[in-house]
């Protein structure tokens, strides 16, 4: 099992038909601070950071690690792709895989930017961790997280209760040569 800190970073930018993923630059703070302290966003999540604290801690160009990429549409952060390994996870199932999440702003949801954006970074994952399983973890309440899943290809592991809800934990099996 590679860690993803050992790959080079950041990788250039991904480009999809519609969108660019790349590494946070001092302009996203704000979408950050949106995306952060949004309840919408927050609903499955435990809800939003309070936004004068987020104002207050955010620093000027937001932090940078590998496996973090803002999704950007026209030149506009419109939301967040994480691809970090699982430690600590309260699952066995998914402790020390790589784990993917995003975040994306209201106004950005209903438009297919999710899967656009998920697929073109699982796909440079595994361009660059070949054979890696990829974990994925929604409230089963998350319906159109639950389809985005779907759609990404990972399949149900396990249920499990955790934050005072139901949790899916998902698994996208490591691509074959054949796949």
Known sequence: MTDLGSIAWPPAPIRTDRLVLREP??????AFIELLASPEVHTYLGGPHPRDELERKMPTTPERWPGSFVVDLD???????????????????????????YLFLPRAWGFGYATEACAAALDWFDDVLPGEPVV???QSANVASMRLAERLGFTE???FQAWDAEQWLGLRPPLTPSS
């Open 157 to 159: 592991v396990e249920r």
């Open 75 to 101: 030149g506009a952060m419109i939301g967040q792709i994480l691809l970090r390994r699982a430690t600590g996870h309260r699952r066995p199932a998914a402790a020390g895989k790589a784990d993917l999440g």
């Open 136 to 138: 994925l973890t929604t």
């Open 25 to 30: 630059e001092a302009r996203d703070r704000v």
